[in-house]
């Protein structure tokens, strides 16, 4: 089978700044800023059309999705599901940035039926990117029984994850990360949103000095993701605007502080406040975007607009396995899938 025609992306085009929107934005006046307490549900749930999960069944029992890299198994007409993902799309640039949908049938799947179609409409979706250095691009979450350290990512432990953005070591972090839930926690694991944009703009209308200090390089600890022999750190502003003038952000406190301990260096005062005050606005929980991901639904988050966060979590059932997400990273630029692009 030939390789699905891509989705038409709005932000391809280049010239459309960032209040053009194709569809009203309810509450939210600038795209990817808003404050939970404000939106309402169609702002960010949405529902898998029943005609894109049959769909996925017919490419599924073709064969496509075999690998998460067998792009060229994509059939060409599925166009519900990229009606769908579309429509995700707009969601993500002209939106809150945060979308959650439900339900795909991955009870009646199975994990490995599943899986391929998670590479399917990954593929569907667009190019995934690489999520570690030896080349994943379908990473698995779920506890391994870890604890977070230096190297060791928290999702791959049960602990909580604080608010962060995915990658943020990187020099062009993802902009779209993509949650597949397979199998949910017994008890915990509940997910948290926050708007980054509207933290670094509440903070410089108290302190524009603090906020500009972002602006500027941070070092950031790159979690063992990186060649042997090659720097644990890197440097990167934690608010920037991209080549096409969009604005960009970044945040993960914990990779700032180990960075600088890794580094060697004292954290200047201006960064170690403005990174205290960020962790202080994202506490304030009319903030909170908050929801659980069952078995079958979807969370699609705007990485450079959002921040999103976990509560820790049980195990399921007994002999049910772990509690199992599939990941997915979208760059969304064309220029490349490498980790550090």
């Given at each position: 089978?030939?390789?699905?025609?891509?989705i038409?992306?709005?932000?391809?085009?280049?010239?459309?700044g960032?209040?053009?929107?194709?569809?009203?934005l309810?509450?939210?006046?600038?795209?990817?800023?808003?404050?939970?307490?404000?939106?309402?549900?169609?702002?960010?749930?949405?529902?898998?059309?029943?005609?894109?999960?049959?769909?996925?069944?017919?490419?599924?029992?073709?064969?496509?999705?075999?690998?998460?890299?067998?792009?060229?198994?994509?059939?060409e007409?599925?166009?519900?599901?990229?009606?769908?993902?579309?429509?995700?799309?707009?969601?993500?640039?002209h939106?809150t940035?945060?979308?959650?949908?439900?339900?795909?049938?991955?009870?009646?799947?199975?994990?490995?039926?599943?899986?391929?179609?998670?590479?399917?409409?990954?593929?569907v979706?667009?190019?995934?990117?690489?999520?570690?250095?030896?080349?994943v691009?379908?990473?698995?979450?779920?506890?391994?029984?870890?604890?977070?350290?230096?190297?060791?990512?928290?999702?791959?432990?049960?602990?909580?994850?604080?608010?962060?953005?995915?990658?943020?070591?990187?020099?062009?972090?993802?902009?779209?990360?993509?949650?597949?839930?397979?199998r949910?926690?017994?008890?915990?694991?509940?997910?948290?949103?926050?708007?980054?944009?509207?933290?670094?703009?509440?903070?410089?209308?108290?302190?524009?000095?603090?906020?500009?200090?972002?602006?500027?390089?941070?070092?950031?600890?790159?979690?063992?993701?990186?060649?042997?022999?090659?720097?644990?750190?890197?440097?990167?502003?934690?608010?920037?605007?991209?080549a096409?003038?969009?604005?960009?952000?970044?945040?993960?406190?914990?990779?700032v502080?180990?960075?600088?301990?890794?580094?060697?260096?004292?954290?200047?005062?201006?960064?170690?406040r403005?990174?205290?005050?960020?962790?202080?606005?994202?506490?304030?929980s009319?903030?909170?975007?908050?929801?659980?991901?069952?078995?079958?639904?979807?969370?699609?988050?705007?990485n450079?607009?959002?921040?999103?966060?976990?509560?820790?979590?049980?195990?399921?059932?007994?002999?049910?396995?772990?509690?199992?997400?599939?990941r997915?990273?979208?760059?969304?630029?064309?220029?490349?899938?490498a980790?550090?692009?």
């Amino acid at each position: 089978m030939s390789t699905a025609a891509p989705i038409p992306y709005p932000w391809h085009a280049g010239a459309l700044g960032e209040e053009d929107s194709p569809t009203p934005l309810g509450a939210i006046a600038t795209p990817g800023r808003w404050y939970a307490g404000k939106l309402c549900d169609e702002d960010w749930r949405m529902t898998v059309p029943a005609a894109a999960v049959d769909e996925l069944d017919r490419a599924l029992d073709a064969g496509s999705g075999d690998t998460p890299d067998a792009v060229s198994r994509v059939p060409e007409a599925m166009p519900a599901l990229q009606a769908f993902l579309g429509a995700v799309q707009a969601s993500m640039f002209h939106g809150t940035g945060v979308a959650v949908a439900g339900r795909l049938p991955v009870a009646e799947w199975g994990v490995e039926r599943a899986r391929r179609a998670v590479a399917l409409m990954a593929h569907v979706m667009g190019p995934p990117t690489q999520q570690t250095h030896d080349g994943v691009i379908l990473y698995t979450v779920e506890d391994r029984g870890l604890r977070p350290g230096p190297g060791v990512r928290r999702s791959l432990t049960n602990v909580e994850q604080p608010f962060h953005s995915d990658g943020p070591w990187v020099a062009r972090p993802p902009w779209v990360v993509a949650l597949y839930c397979l199998r949910q926690a017994r008890q915990g694991g509940l997910s948290r949103c926050v708007s980054l944009r509207a933290l670094v703009e509440d903070l410089a209308s108290e302190d524009a000095a603090l906020a500009e200090r972002l602006t500027r390089d941070l070092w950031w600890h790159r979690q063992a993701e990186h060649a042997a022999g090659d720097t644990p750190v890197s440097r990167h502003p934690m608010v920037w605007h991209d080549a096409a003038g969009r604005w960009c952000g970044r945040f993960y406190a914990d990779y700032v502080q180990s960075g600088y301990r890794t580094a060697g260096e004292p954290m200047d005062l201006p960064a170690r406040r403005a990174l205290e005050r960020l962790e202080a606005l994202s506490q304030e929980s009319h903030r909170w975007l908050q929801y659980r991901l069952e078995a079958g639904d979807v969370a699609w988050i705007n990485n450079r607009w959002c921040v999103h966060a976990r509560t820790g979590f049980k195990a399921v059932a007994p002999g049910a396995g772990p509690r199992l997400l599939m990941r997915v990273w979208h760059r969304f630029d064309g220029d490349g899938v490498a980790l550090d692009g």
